[in-house]
């Protein structure tokens, strides 16, 4: 509500608009002990920006007709949440707390909790709002962290003229240290899975911990149970078949970490034999998770498991890179209610206090007997369980969460469960951790005339986004953008900035390397991508099922292996790209990146495969593909591409092959994908050409002699839609429970050129707000709404997707059309002066400077991946930008996207769930159907393969050959003698 204007800025819209108009984005979150408000938003409007935020604790204006849609918007939240297995377990946990504790309430909110209920107790919900609002808003009780290109003394002078006048006097926040801990302990809890998995969560309550900060006693245990590495508790568990994964720790949320709890849990994923093994169902793997803490306990607090922590830590903290803008802020904000002000920027990765005694102690609380011990087991067998458990044991609960309406049993843990839990399990593999031998030594930077000691200043710079966090396209700014950093002749003269061109270093049959010396980054860190391109992945169904299982399986077996160097700052993924081959990316600390390069391409050449490793992934990636796509947005994500990819294979096809395969199948068709093979490698960071060369040739000759030319791998091809035809593809929801249906309506534009990406690109940016603003906050249609360009295997196309409890497809594609109709007069009539905000905006975003090498390495591997080679094309874009006028975009719009437009190509599709399904529309022409254009047909889609077989295709967009000066720098000739 706090977005929804103020006395200053009254419009209800204003503040989105305004950060629209200017690159931001907002976002807010709400959890156990604090709400948290953030934006980002361009340079430029930082200090606009910042006075309409202040607003927000000043003089919010909460208008009743806002609060009513507001209201709704929660309600379509929570029905979204209704089928996560997240969102039921941590429902659950709330539901079965200590009546009367904070954990009891109903923290997810509703209609009937927000608005009905109160108004049936004769209570005026605005009213108990701003009573809230003024007993809780006060400025002692917030935090607030800017992060800023100005000097420090400017944004200071900002923020204490902007929010002196929040409210004060409440005194400091609230504590809930005095009402202990929230679980009444020695608990078992059963519910059912919605994506059909069996996942036991062991959890332990400790004391608050959170001025011990700098000790970390709980993050030496978490390492040691959470460990992957050989002797590991997963390593035991993976051996005798019981489990597929293991995560261990305090969560990062005020859920787990408050002042009155600590929630240390353990999360292990079962295979079929780890539910049934044991004592009852799924205790055969905490029997063995009991074991290994006594282990850890006998053998006391290990002193140099703490040091090797702190010493990733300092490596880490020492070599951070940029992060996501608003990530980055957000997680000052709240550290500034926890950590001491010289701790603010490292405390995530200070390990200054080594306290055995508490680790002990910790330990202690964490046995079978343990007062705070709590286990939930969640699976897809619950009413098997119900009804044999209802028969053994009278003491058995049965009950309903009155909110979610999902069953769950209560089972009280007995001194017999006690002490089948703390037997010993058989398993005599678990043992410490060995020593790391991944960990960097040599910090040096390659980069010509530069060190460590010349690198920027990064003392405000937080922990580092890392491989696994970031996500390409974020949309956290860089405040020291300028968006005339580039000349704005480059685009007419070709010119790139050379940050974004690798060289080309070799290029010969079966193997092709690109390299870029970081010059930027100046940090010891690497970035390398190989495709594996082989026409052994070309094939049909099975083709796709032998590579996912040969992938996985070689996930498995680099495990171990791959956990130790991730500890150690290192990252290895590998993933199928279809059926166009296998990518493997390595990337992190310089000096042994190449040993875990070199262990990648040995273990998948000396590929070995035990039965019982066959039978656990086997499982696992079964079970991935029937729960694939159960979440409706998801389904129809996936459908839309599939519809539009003539090469892709239906999942239900992918999984019956899967059904049929063997150990020896998969051993054959690695030798098959050996056989035949192309390499693309991308070397980028902190190895100079050399060293790249030499890194690549290694990795090549460890795969074989088998050759496949650059130009004969397959590319990747888009169907071509008709024109003045609303294609239709309805399908049911996966999951019968599933009260949301979804909507993906895509439309389809030309070949990805600079100039088509540049005009999508307007519109994404100019529809963006209004759509939210239309759809979501004011219609509400549902909570999740996007608009936004998408780039399908070479053709530029817009899409809206959205999800909703409340109205069938049909009617949000009538929606659709209908702001579509409406926003196309909006277009028409907008000021140049709101256009040229929008283009500025967009400019911006494109010269955005990537926050961290690996994000900067993903921008130059896209082009590699997607085999046209054209590097800096953001830079390009930015000069079409500069000449692409109103005109353009209302022509690209008008012929793309508006309902009365005779060359419209559009594919609408539905997931349907149960409840909508007979309100869904029929394609038969009707208004139901969605279609505003009364002369456009209506096709419905029902058998994709026949539509597919029937369509024509765009022309391959790839370039397969070399194409010496067409951009990037060629110097084959120099390396490769």
Request: with cysteine.
């Amino acid at each position: 509500m706090l977005f929804m204007g103020s006395t200053k800025y009254p419009d209800e819209n204003e503040y989105e608009a305004y950060l629209t108009k200017h690159g931001g984005f907002s976002n807010a979150y709400t959890e156990s002990e604090h709400t948290v408000f953030h934006f980002d938003v361009d340079p430029d409007a930082l200090h606009g920006t910042l006075d309409r935020f202040a607003m927000f604790f000043v003089s919010p204006l909460c208008l009743e007709d806002s609060m009513e849609r507001e209201v709704m918007a929660v309600d379509s939240e929570f029905v979204e949440a209704l089928q996560d297995d997240e969102c039921r377990l941590n429902q659950l946990m709330c539901h079965t707390a200590r009546p009367g504790h904070m954990y009891q309430k109903f923290t997810w909110g509703n209609k009937a909790s927000l608005m009905d209920i109160p108004q049936e107790s004769g209570l005026h919900v605005r009213d108990e709002l701003l009573k809230f609002y003024k007993s809780n808003y006060s400025a002692e009780r917030m935090r607030l962290a800017v992060l800023g290109g100005e000097p420090l003394d400017t944004l200071e002078e900002w923020v204490r003229t902007m929010f002196s006048v929040v409210p004060s006097g409440l005194g400091p926040e609230q504590n809930f240290a005095s009402a202990g801990f929230p679980f009444e302990g020695q608990m078992l809890y059963l519910l059912a899975s919605v994506k059909g998995l069996h996942r036991v969560t062991v959890s332990f309550q400790l004391p608050c911990l959170e001025k011990l900060y700098h000790k970390k006693a709980e993050d030496y245990i978490s390492h040691l149970v959470g460990h992957e590495g050989p002797g590991s508790l997963l390593s035991a568990l993976k051996s005798m078949g019981w489990a597929t994964g293991v995560a261990a720790g305090i969560e990062d949320s005020s859920f787990s970490m408050n002042s009155c709890v600590y929630i240390f849990t353990v999360d292990m994923t079962l295979t079929e034999a780890g539910l049934t093994a044991g004592p009852g169902y799924g205790l055969a793997a905490v029997q063995l998770l009991f074991q290994y803490l006594k282990m850890i306990r006998d053998a006391k607090a290990q002193r140099w498991v703490y040091n090797e922590l702190r010493a990733i830590g300092e490596m880490k903290f020492r070599f951070s890179e940029e992060e996501d803008a608003a990530s980055y802020v957000t997680k000052l904000a709240t550290g500034l209610f926890i950590y001491e002000p010289q701790h603010v920027l490292v405390a995530s990765r200070l390990y200054d206090d080594w306290d055995p005694g508490l680790v002990e102690d910790l330990l202690n609380m964490m046995t079978p007997s343990a007062e705070g011990l709590r286990i939930d087991l969640q699976t897809k067998h619950f009413q098997q369980m119900k009804e044999k458990l209802l028969k053994e044991k009278a003491d058995v609960l049965c009950e309903t969460d009155p909110w979610f309406g999902f069953e769950y049993l209560a089972v009280a843990i007995d001194e017999k469960m006690q002490e089948a839990l703390s037997s010993v399990s058989g398993s005599e593999a678990i043992q410490f951790p060995p020593k790391n031998p991944y960990m960097a030594e040599d910090f040096s930077v390659k980069a010509k005339g530069l060190s460590t000691t010349q690198a920027p200043d990064r003392s405000t710079a937080g922990d580092e986004q890392g491989q696994n966090g970031a996500e390409k396209g974020a949309t956290g700014k860089n405040m020291s953008t300028d968006i005339d950093d580039v000349p704005r002749d480059a685009g007419d003269s070709g010119i790139v900035p050379e940050a974004m061109m690798p060289e080309l270093l070799l290029d010969e049959p079966g193997l092709r390397v690109w390299h870029k010396l970081d010059t930027i980054h100046l940090l010891p860190r690497t970035s390398t991508y190989f495709r594996l391109s082989s026409p052994a992945t070309y094939g049909p169904p099975r083709a796709y099922a032998l590579t996912h299982m040969m992938v996985a399986l070689l996930e498995d077996a680099l495990n171990e292996e791959a956990y130790l160097a991730d500890v150690a700052g290192l990252y290895c993924g590998l993933g199928p790209e279809g059926r166009l081959g296998v990518e493997v990316l390595v990337s992190g600390f310089s000096d042994k990146l190449h040993l875990l390069i070199h262990r990648v391409f040995e273990t998948m050449t000396n590929f070995k495969i035990e039965a019982k490793s066959f039978s656990n992934v086997h499982e696992m990636v079964v079970r991935k593909y029937q729960n694939a796509h159960v979440k409706s947005a998801k389904h129809a994500h996936y459908l839309r591409l599939l519809i539009l990819s003539p090469l892709s294979v239906q999942n239900g096809e992918i999984l019956q092959e899967l059904s049929k395969l063997q150990p020896q199948d998969v051993m054959g068709f690695v030798t098959e994908f050996l056989s035949k093979i192309h390499v693309e490698v991308l070397v980028h960071g902190n190895h100079t050409a050399e060293e790249a060369l030499a890194l690549a040739r290694n990795a090549r000759s460890q795969l074989g002699t088998g050759i496949l030319e650059a130009k004969d791998r397959e590319a990747t091809q888009c169907l071509k839609l008709p024109e003045g035809k609303l294609l239709l593809h309805r399908a049911r929801a996966k999951n019968l429970e599933e009260q949301n249906s979804a909507i993906e309506v895509y439309f389809q534009g030309n070949i990805d050129e600079v100039r088509e990406r540049v005009l999508a690109g307007m519109v994404e940016q100019l529809t963006a707000e209004p759509c939210f603003n239309i759809l979501r906050t004011k219609e509400q249609l549902g909570y999740s709404v996007n608009s936004q360009i998408k780039a399908t295997h070479g053709v530029v196309g817009f899409a809206f997707s959205l999800s909703s409890g409340k109205y069938p497809p049909s009617y949000i594609e009538k929606r659709i059309d209908s702001f579509l109709e409406a926003f196309e007069k909006e277009l028409d009539a907008m000021p140049a002066e709101e256009f040229e905000h929008h283009r500025t905006a967009f400019i911006s975003e494109q010269l955005r400077k990537a926050n961290n090498l690996w994000e900067e390495s993903s921008w130059m591997w896209e082009p590699v991946l997607n085999q046209r080679y054209v590097f800096g094309s953001r830079f390009r874009e930015v000069q079409e930008l500069r000449k692409v006028t109103k005109r353009d975009v209302q022509d690209w719009y008008a012929r793309h996207l508006s309902p009365h437009s005779k060359q419209r190509r559009k594919l609408a599709i539905h997931v349907v769930s149960v409840s909508h399904w007979e309100a869904d529309a029929s394609p038969d022409g009707d208004d139901d159907s969605g279609a505003t254009n009364a002369d456009a047909e209506v096709d419905e889609v029902t058998d994709v393969e026949a539509f597919r077989q029937s369509m024509p295709v765009f022309p391959s967009v790839v370039c397969n050959a070399r194409l010496a000066g067409s951009g990037w720098i060629d110097r084959t000739s120099q390396l490769t003698s």
